[in-house]
Protein backbone atom coordinates (compact mmCIF):
# COMPACT_ATOMS: atom_id res chain seq x y z
CA UNK A 1 0.00 0.00 0.00
CA UNK A 2 1.11 3.67 -0.59
CA UNK A 3 -0.06 7.40 -0.97
CA UNK A 4 -2.61 7.14 -4.26
CA UNK A 5 -5.20 8.64 -3.34
CA UNK A 6 -8.26 7.67 -5.78
CA UNK A 7 -8.16 9.76 -8.55
CA UNK A 8 -11.36 10.82 -8.86
CA UNK A 9 -12.08 11.63 -4.96
CA UNK A 10 -11.51 14.98 -3.63
CA UNK A 11 -10.23 16.57 -0.90
CA UNK A 12 -13.63 17.00 1.05
CA UNK A 13 -14.35 13.23 0.90
CA UNK A 14 -10.75 12.23 2.56
CA UNK A 15 -11.50 14.32 5.39
CA UNK A 16 -14.76 12.64 5.50
CA UNK A 17 -13.04 9.29 5.66
CA UNK A 18 -11.17 10.65 8.47
CA UNK A 19 -14.38 11.96 10.23
CA UNK A 20 -15.66 8.62 9.95
CA UNK A 21 -12.35 7.08 11.62
CA UNK A 22 -12.81 9.82 14.58
CA UNK A 23 -16.31 8.33 15.35
CA UNK A 24 -15.39 4.69 14.87
CA UNK A 25 -12.38 5.84 18.15
CA UNK A 26 -15.03 7.03 19.21
CA UNK A 27 -17.61 4.10 19.16
CA UNK A 28 -14.23 2.04 20.24
CA UNK A 29 -13.74 4.05 23.59
CA UNK A 30 -17.52 4.06 24.43
CA UNK A 31 -17.85 0.59 24.74
CA UNK A 32 -14.25 0.49 26.19
CA UNK A 33 -15.14 3.30 28.85
CA UNK A 34 -18.39 2.01 30.52
CA UNK A 35 -16.64 -0.18 32.60
CA UNK A 36 -14.49 2.44 33.68
CA UNK A 37 -16.94 4.85 34.59
CA UNK A 38 -19.57 2.25 36.59
CA UNK A 39 -16.42 0.50 37.80
CA UNK A 40 -16.97 1.73 41.40
CA UNK A 41 -20.89 0.20 41.72
CA UNK A 42 -19.90 -3.04 39.04
CA UNK A 43 -16.75 -3.94 42.03
CA UNK A 44 -19.60 -3.19 44.74
CA UNK A 45 -22.79 -5.41 42.88
CA UNK A 46 -19.81 -8.19 41.90
CA UNK A 47 -17.89 -7.82 45.42
CA UNK A 48 -14.57 -7.34 43.88
CA UNK A 49 -11.54 -6.78 45.14
CA UNK A 50 -9.61 -4.18 43.61
CA UNK A 51 -6.85 -6.91 41.92
CA UNK A 52 -9.87 -8.75 40.25
CA UNK A 53 -10.92 -5.03 38.89
CA UNK A 54 -7.45 -5.18 37.50
CA UNK A 55 -7.92 -8.86 36.03
CA UNK A 56 -10.78 -7.78 34.45
CA UNK A 57 -8.21 -4.68 32.15
CA UNK A 58 -5.80 -7.45 32.37
CA UNK A 59 -8.16 -9.71 30.76
CA UNK A 60 -8.93 -6.80 28.00
CA UNK A 61 -5.27 -5.75 27.23
CA UNK A 62 -3.58 -9.37 26.88
CA UNK A 63 -6.73 -9.98 24.46
CA UNK A 64 -5.92 -6.49 22.90
CA UNK A 65 -2.53 -7.74 22.34
CA UNK A 66 -3.30 -10.56 20.56
CA UNK A 67 -5.58 -9.20 18.33
CA UNK A 68 -3.42 -6.19 17.54
CA UNK A 69 -1.29 -8.81 15.51
CA UNK A 70 -3.94 -10.86 14.72
CA UNK A 71 -5.96 -7.98 12.92
CA UNK A 72 -2.54 -6.74 11.66
CA UNK A 73 -1.37 -9.38 10.11
CA UNK A 74 -5.25 -9.94 8.32
CA UNK A 75 -5.61 -5.80 7.45
CA UNK A 76 -2.26 -6.62 5.36
CA UNK A 77 -4.32 -9.04 3.10
CA UNK A 78 -8.12 -8.34 3.16
CA UNK A 79 -9.52 -4.95 1.48
CA UNK A 80 -9.87 -2.95 4.67
CA UNK A 81 -13.40 -2.04 3.55
CA UNK A 82 -14.83 -5.05 4.80
CA UNK A 83 -12.48 -5.67 7.55
CA UNK A 84 -12.92 -2.37 9.55
CA UNK A 85 -17.04 -2.85 10.13
CA UNK A 86 -16.86 -6.75 11.24
CA UNK A 87 -14.50 -6.21 13.80
CA UNK A 88 -16.45 -3.05 14.75
CA UNK A 89 -20.11 -5.47 14.52
CA UNK A 90 -18.27 -7.93 16.81
CA UNK A 91 -17.05 -5.82 19.27
CA UNK A 92 -19.97 -4.09 19.67
CA UNK A 93 -21.32 -7.35 20.33
CA UNK A 94 -19.45 -7.91 22.92
CA UNK A 95 -20.21 -4.46 24.62
CA UNK A 96 -23.76 -5.74 24.30
CA UNK A 97 -23.33 -8.48 25.78
CA UNK A 98 -21.95 -6.96 28.60
CA UNK A 99 -24.51 -5.70 30.13
CA UNK A 100 -26.64 -9.19 30.01
CA UNK A 101 -23.93 -11.03 31.99
CA UNK A 102 -24.71 -12.12 36.02
CA UNK A 103 -21.42 -13.53 36.99
CA UNK A 104 -17.69 -12.69 37.21
CA UNK A 105 -16.55 -15.03 34.95
CA UNK A 106 -19.02 -13.67 31.97
CA UNK A 107 -17.85 -9.98 33.07
CA UNK A 108 -14.08 -11.23 32.47
CA UNK A 109 -15.43 -13.42 29.08
CA UNK A 110 -17.24 -10.38 27.70
CA UNK A 111 -14.18 -7.80 28.69
CA UNK A 112 -11.42 -10.47 27.07
CA UNK A 113 -13.75 -10.81 23.56
CA UNK A 114 -14.01 -6.74 23.52
CA UNK A 115 -10.61 -6.49 24.11
CA UNK A 116 -9.41 -8.93 21.00
CA UNK A 117 -11.89 -7.36 18.25
CA UNK A 118 -11.50 -4.05 19.26
CA UNK A 119 -8.10 -4.38 18.36
CA UNK A 120 -9.07 -4.43 14.93
CA UNK A 121 -9.82 -0.79 15.17
CA UNK A 122 -6.19 0.34 14.70
CA UNK A 123 -4.60 -1.71 11.65
CA UNK A 124 -7.67 -0.94 9.94
CA UNK A 125 -7.38 2.73 10.44
CA UNK A 126 -4.29 3.60 10.32
CA UNK A 127 -3.96 2.23 7.14
CA UNK A 128 -6.77 4.53 5.82
CA UNK A 129 -4.99 7.52 6.63
CA UNK A 130 -1.46 6.45 5.56
CA UNK A 131 -3.56 5.33 2.23
CA UNK A 132 -4.90 8.78 1.92
CA UNK A 133 -2.79 11.19 3.39
CA UNK A 134 0.99 12.19 2.60
CA UNK A 135 3.48 11.92 5.53
CA UNK A 136 3.19 16.60 6.30
CA UNK A 137 -0.33 16.12 7.11
CA UNK A 138 -0.48 12.29 8.47
CA UNK A 139 0.00 13.54 12.16
CA UNK A 140 -3.39 15.93 11.74
CA UNK A 141 -4.84 13.14 9.83
CA UNK A 142 -3.98 10.66 13.26
CA UNK A 143 -5.14 14.08 15.50
CA UNK A 144 -8.88 13.71 13.86
CA UNK A 145 -8.58 9.97 14.09
CA UNK A 146 -7.24 9.86 17.85
CA UNK A 147 -9.72 12.57 19.03
CA UNK A 148 -12.34 10.40 18.23
CA UNK A 149 -10.89 8.34 21.63
CA UNK A 150 -11.30 11.70 24.07
CA UNK A 151 -14.75 12.27 22.66
CA UNK A 152 -15.74 8.73 23.72
CA UNK A 153 -14.33 8.51 26.79
CA UNK A 154 -15.81 12.37 27.86
CA UNK A 155 -19.35 11.13 26.44
CA UNK A 156 -19.40 8.34 28.44
CA UNK A 157 -19.54 9.84 31.45
CA UNK A 158 -22.48 11.81 30.53
CA UNK A 159 -24.37 9.08 29.37
CA UNK A 160 -23.41 7.08 32.90
CA UNK A 161 -24.66 10.51 34.70
CA UNK A 162 -28.15 10.76 32.83
CA UNK A 163 -28.99 6.84 32.97
CA UNK A 164 -27.06 5.20 36.06
CA UNK A 165 -28.62 5.09 39.07
CA UNK A 166 -25.57 4.35 41.87
CA UNK A 167 -28.00 2.97 44.34
CA UNK A 168 -30.14 1.02 41.76
CA UNK A 169 -28.99 -2.95 41.23
CA UNK A 170 -28.43 -3.67 37.76
CA UNK A 171 -28.70 0.06 36.58
CA UNK A 172 -25.74 0.33 34.54
CA UNK A 173 -26.98 -2.79 32.21
CA UNK A 174 -28.20 -0.71 29.52
CA UNK A 175 -25.63 1.51 28.97
CA UNK A 176 -23.33 -0.68 27.82
CA UNK A 177 -26.45 -2.11 25.35
CA UNK A 178 -27.18 1.45 24.04
CA UNK A 179 -23.24 2.35 23.51
CA UNK A 180 -22.50 -1.12 21.93
CA UNK A 181 -26.16 -0.15 19.50
CA UNK A 182 -24.57 3.04 17.96
CA UNK A 183 -21.78 1.02 15.79
CA UNK A 184 -24.46 -0.62 13.72
CA UNK A 185 -25.29 3.16 12.08
CA UNK A 186 -21.49 3.77 11.28
CA UNK A 187 -21.07 -0.06 9.38
CA UNK A 188 -24.13 1.77 7.29
CA UNK A 189 -22.39 4.88 7.00
CA UNK A 190 -18.69 3.54 6.11
CA UNK A 191 -20.45 1.00 3.53
CA UNK A 192 -22.18 3.77 2.04
CA UNK A 193 -18.73 6.07 1.55
CA UNK A 194 -16.03 3.64 0.99
CA UNK A 195 -15.54 1.42 -2.58
CA UNK A 196 -13.62 -1.82 -2.71
CA UNK A 197 -11.02 -0.04 -4.31
CA UNK A 198 -10.90 3.34 -3.06
CA UNK A 199 -8.39 1.50 0.41
CA UNK A 200 -7.36 -1.05 -2.42
CA UNK A 201 -3.83 -2.67 -0.94
CA UNK A 202 -1.79 -1.86 -4.45
CA UNK A 203 2.00 -3.04 -5.35
CA UNK A 204 4.83 -0.53 -6.88
CA UNK A 205 8.32 -1.62 -6.61
CA UNK A 206 10.45 -0.10 -4.34
CA UNK A 207 12.62 3.25 -5.55
CA UNK A 208 16.14 3.02 -5.02
CA UNK A 209 17.63 5.79 -2.86
CA UNK A 210 20.98 7.09 -2.06
CA UNK A 211 22.40 5.95 1.14
CA UNK A 212 22.46 9.59 1.99
CA UNK A 213 18.91 10.02 1.74
CA UNK A 214 17.55 11.91 5.19
CA UNK A 215 14.46 10.41 6.67
CA UNK A 216 13.12 13.12 5.39
CA UNK A 217 13.43 12.26 1.70
CA UNK A 218 12.24 9.09 2.23
CA UNK A 219 9.15 10.45 3.64
CA UNK A 220 8.70 12.02 0.29
CA UNK A 221 9.67 8.38 -1.53
CA UNK A 222 6.86 7.30 0.32
CA UNK A 223 4.40 10.26 -0.65
CA UNK A 224 4.99 9.90 -4.34
CA UNK A 225 3.50 6.58 -4.42
CA UNK A 226 6.30 4.11 -3.91
CA UNK A 227 6.07 1.17 -1.12
CA UNK A 228 8.17 1.72 1.63
CA UNK A 229 9.83 -1.42 2.51
CA UNK A 230 7.93 -3.40 -0.64
CA UNK A 231 11.14 -5.20 -0.95
CA UNK A 232 11.78 -6.27 2.31
CA UNK A 233 10.11 -9.02 4.52
CA UNK A 234 8.01 -7.91 7.82
CA UNK A 235 10.44 -9.54 9.96
CA UNK A 236 13.63 -7.55 8.71
CA UNK A 237 12.14 -4.55 9.86
CA UNK A 238 12.10 -5.80 13.67
CA UNK A 239 15.74 -5.38 14.30
CA UNK A 240 16.12 -1.91 13.05
CA UNK A 241 16.81 1.51 15.32
CA UNK A 242 13.25 2.47 13.97
CA UNK A 243 11.44 -0.31 15.37
CA UNK A 244 13.31 0.12 18.44
CA UNK A 245 12.23 3.80 19.04
CA UNK A 246 8.80 3.04 18.54
CA UNK A 247 8.83 0.42 21.10
CA UNK A 248 10.24 2.70 23.42
CA UNK A 249 7.77 5.13 22.76
CA UNK A 250 4.94 2.98 22.43
CA UNK A 251 5.47 1.34 25.55
CA UNK A 252 5.58 4.37 27.38
CA UNK A 253 2.85 6.26 26.53
CA UNK A 254 0.14 3.39 26.54
CA UNK A 255 1.65 3.00 30.16
CA UNK A 256 0.54 6.45 31.02
CA UNK A 257 -2.60 6.78 29.03
CA UNK A 258 -4.32 3.48 30.66
CA UNK A 259 -3.20 4.30 33.69
CA UNK A 260 -5.33 7.22 33.73
CA UNK A 261 -8.22 5.96 31.50
CA UNK A 262 -8.59 2.79 33.62
CA UNK A 263 -7.75 4.17 37.40
CA UNK A 264 -9.00 7.67 37.57
CA UNK A 265 -12.43 7.43 38.42
CA UNK A 266 -11.31 5.06 41.44
CA UNK A 267 -8.21 7.75 42.53
CA UNK A 268 -10.98 10.46 42.50
CA UNK A 269 -13.56 8.73 44.33
CA UNK A 270 -11.81 5.89 46.47
CA UNK A 271 -8.59 7.20 46.94
CA UNK A 272 -9.09 11.03 47.03
CA UNK A 273 -12.81 10.89 48.49
CA UNK A 274 -14.99 12.60 45.39
CA UNK A 275 -18.87 12.10 45.11
CA UNK A 276 -19.32 10.09 42.04
CA UNK A 277 -21.16 13.03 40.07
CA UNK A 278 -18.20 15.08 40.88
CA UNK A 279 -15.63 12.08 39.45
CA UNK A 280 -17.43 11.69 36.15
CA UNK A 281 -17.50 15.57 35.96
CA UNK A 282 -13.91 15.87 36.67
CA UNK A 283 -13.51 12.70 34.10
CA UNK A 284 -15.52 14.86 31.45
CA UNK A 285 -13.21 17.75 31.59
CA UNK A 286 -9.92 15.32 31.63
CA UNK A 287 -11.49 14.24 28.07
CA UNK A 288 -12.24 17.32 27.08
CA UNK A 289 -8.97 18.44 27.51
CA UNK A 290 -7.63 15.45 25.73
CA UNK A 291 -9.52 16.03 22.58
CA UNK A 292 -7.72 19.80 22.74
CA UNK A 293 -4.66 18.16 23.01
CA UNK A 294 -5.12 15.27 20.80
CA UNK A 295 -6.27 18.53 17.76
CA UNK A 296 -3.92 20.50 19.03
CA UNK A 297 -0.97 18.49 18.25
CA UNK A 298 -2.16 17.38 14.54
CA UNK A 299 -2.40 21.69 13.94
CA UNK A 300 0.34 22.23 15.15
CA UNK A 301 2.80 19.77 13.62
CA UNK A 302 1.09 20.49 10.05
CA UNK A 303 1.72 24.35 11.12
CA UNK A 304 5.33 24.15 11.79
CA UNK A 305 5.90 22.04 8.45
CA UNK A 306 4.49 24.92 6.35
CA UNK A 307 6.59 27.48 8.53
CA UNK A 308 9.98 25.36 7.59
CA UNK A 309 10.48 22.68 10.07
CA UNK A 310 11.20 19.19 9.36
CA UNK A 311 8.73 17.18 9.18
CA UNK A 312 10.21 14.94 12.09
CA UNK A 313 11.70 18.02 14.09
CA UNK A 314 7.90 19.29 14.13
CA UNK A 315 7.01 15.98 15.43
CA UNK A 316 9.99 15.63 18.29
CA UNK A 317 8.82 19.45 19.45
CA UNK A 318 4.92 18.55 19.67
CA UNK A 319 5.38 15.40 21.51
CA UNK A 320 8.42 16.94 23.97
CA UNK A 321 5.66 19.62 24.48
CA UNK A 322 3.17 16.73 25.20
CA UNK A 323 5.29 15.01 27.81
CA UNK A 324 5.80 18.31 29.98
CA UNK A 325 2.66 18.55 30.35
CA UNK A 326 1.95 15.07 31.54
CA UNK A 327 4.93 15.25 33.54
CA UNK A 328 3.50 17.35 35.80
CA UNK A 329 0.89 14.52 36.92
CA UNK A 330 4.40 13.17 38.90
CA UNK A 331 3.70 15.73 41.34
CA UNK A 332 0.40 14.14 42.66
CA UNK A 333 1.43 12.25 45.62
CA UNK A 334 2.61 15.58 47.21
CA UNK A 335 -0.98 17.47 45.89
CA UNK A 336 -3.95 17.73 48.33
CA UNK A 337 -7.78 17.29 46.85
CA UNK A 338 -8.53 20.52 45.57
CA UNK A 339 -8.15 23.09 42.66
CA UNK A 340 -4.26 22.33 42.13
CA UNK A 341 -4.80 18.61 41.82
CA UNK A 342 -7.19 19.38 39.22
CA UNK A 343 -5.44 21.68 37.29
CA UNK A 344 -2.62 18.92 37.29
CA UNK A 345 -4.83 16.69 35.62
CA UNK A 346 -6.32 18.62 33.14
CA UNK A 347 -2.58 19.52 32.11
CA UNK A 348 -2.08 15.70 32.37
CA UNK A 349 -5.24 15.18 29.99
CA UNK A 350 -4.25 17.64 27.52
CA UNK A 351 -0.54 16.26 27.10
CA UNK A 352 -1.66 12.49 27.00
CA UNK A 353 -3.75 12.53 24.08
CA UNK A 354 -1.44 15.12 22.11
CA UNK A 355 1.43 12.38 22.08
CA UNK A 356 -0.47 9.60 19.96
CA UNK A 357 -0.34 11.86 16.43
CA UNK A 358 3.16 11.72 16.42
CA UNK A 359 3.71 8.20 17.21
CA UNK A 360 1.14 7.04 14.91
CA UNK A 361 2.65 9.34 12.05
CA UNK A 362 6.01 7.97 13.01
CA UNK A 363 4.81 4.31 12.63
CA UNK A 364 3.71 4.90 9.73
CA UNK A 365 7.28 6.30 8.11
CA UNK A 366 8.29 2.19 8.89
CA UNK A 367 6.80 0.47 5.97
CA UNK A 368 4.09 1.58 3.51
CA UNK A 369 4.11 -2.64 2.48
CA UNK A 370 3.48 -3.84 6.00
CA UNK A 371 1.84 -1.22 7.62
CA UNK A 372 -1.33 -3.58 9.41
CA UNK A 373 1.59 -5.81 10.31
CA UNK A 374 3.91 -2.70 12.08
CA UNK A 375 0.36 -1.86 13.49
CA UNK A 376 -0.72 -4.75 15.39
CA UNK A 377 2.97 -5.79 16.57
CA UNK A 378 3.67 -2.22 18.45
CA UNK A 379 -0.39 -3.06 19.29
CA UNK A 380 0.32 -5.96 20.97
CA UNK A 381 3.48 -4.82 22.74
CA UNK A 382 1.48 -1.67 23.77
CA UNK A 383 -1.32 -3.80 25.40
CA UNK A 384 1.02 -6.53 27.12
CA UNK A 385 2.80 -4.30 29.45
CA UNK A 386 -0.10 -2.40 30.66
CA UNK A 387 -2.37 -5.15 31.13
CA UNK A 388 0.17 -7.05 33.37
CA UNK A 389 0.76 -3.53 34.86
CA UNK A 390 -3.06 -3.07 35.64
CA UNK A 391 -3.68 -6.37 37.86
CA UNK A 392 -0.05 -6.06 39.96
CA UNK A 393 -1.00 -2.46 40.37
CA UNK A 394 -4.77 -3.43 41.74
CA UNK A 395 -2.84 -5.70 44.14
CA UNK A 396 -0.53 -2.53 45.15
CA UNK A 397 -4.22 -0.31 46.04
CA UNK A 398 -5.23 -3.65 48.27
CA UNK A 399 -2.27 -3.44 50.09
CA UNK A 400 -1.23 -0.08 50.53
CA UNK A 401 -4.85 1.93 49.36
CA UNK A 402 -3.49 4.42 47.83
CA UNK A 403 -3.49 5.13 43.78
CA UNK A 404 -1.25 8.29 44.06
CA UNK A 405 2.31 5.95 43.38
CA UNK A 406 1.00 4.66 40.39
CA UNK A 407 -0.61 8.30 38.90
CA UNK A 408 2.72 9.69 39.52
CA UNK A 409 5.28 6.95 37.90
CA UNK A 410 2.79 6.93 34.67
CA UNK A 411 2.99 10.47 34.33
CA UNK A 412 7.34 10.31 33.75
CA UNK A 413 7.33 7.70 31.25
CA UNK A 414 6.46 10.09 28.18
CA UNK A 415 9.84 12.14 28.85
CA UNK A 416 11.93 8.73 28.35
CA UNK A 417 9.79 8.37 25.04
CA UNK A 418 10.81 11.91 23.99
CA UNK A 419 14.17 11.21 24.92
CA UNK A 420 14.10 8.52 22.37
CA UNK A 421 12.55 9.95 19.44
CA UNK A 422 14.86 12.85 19.61
CA UNK A 423 18.18 10.89 20.02
CA UNK A 424 17.62 7.52 18.47
CA UNK A 425 15.52 7.49 15.40
CA UNK A 426 17.50 7.27 12.33
CA UNK A 427 18.53 10.17 10.00
CA UNK A 428 19.24 8.08 6.64
CA UNK A 429 17.68 5.24 4.98
CA UNK A 430 20.63 2.79 5.65
CA UNK A 431 19.68 3.19 9.96
CA UNK A 432 16.37 3.38 9.02
CA UNK A 433 15.61 0.34 6.93
CA UNK A 434 18.91 -1.95 7.45
Not at 78 to 100: C, D, E, H, K
Not at 225 to 240: D, E, I, Q
Not at 415 to 423: K, Y
Amino acid sequence: MSHQTPADRSQVWIWWVCGLLLLASTINYMDRQTLANTSVQITKEFELSEKQYGTLETAFGLAFAVGASLFGFISDRTNVRWLYPIVLLLWSAMGFATGLVETYAGLLWCRLLLGLFEAGHWPCALKTTQRLLPPDKRALGNSVLQSGTAIGAMVTPLIIKTMVDPNSRGSWRPAFQIVAAVGVGWVVLWLLSIRSRDLHTTSAPQTPTDPNDTTENLSSVASAGHVVGAGRSFFSLLPTRRFLVLVIVVIAINLCWHQFRVWMMKFLEVGRGYSRDDCLLVNFWFNVMTDIGCLSAGIASAWLCRVGWTVHGSRCMVFGLCSFLVALGGLIPWIPSGPTLIFILMAVGIGSLGLFPCYYALSQEMSTAHQGKITGMLGTIAWVFPSIWHREFGGWVDLHKSYDVGMCLASLLPIFAWAAMCLLWPKNVDEAVG
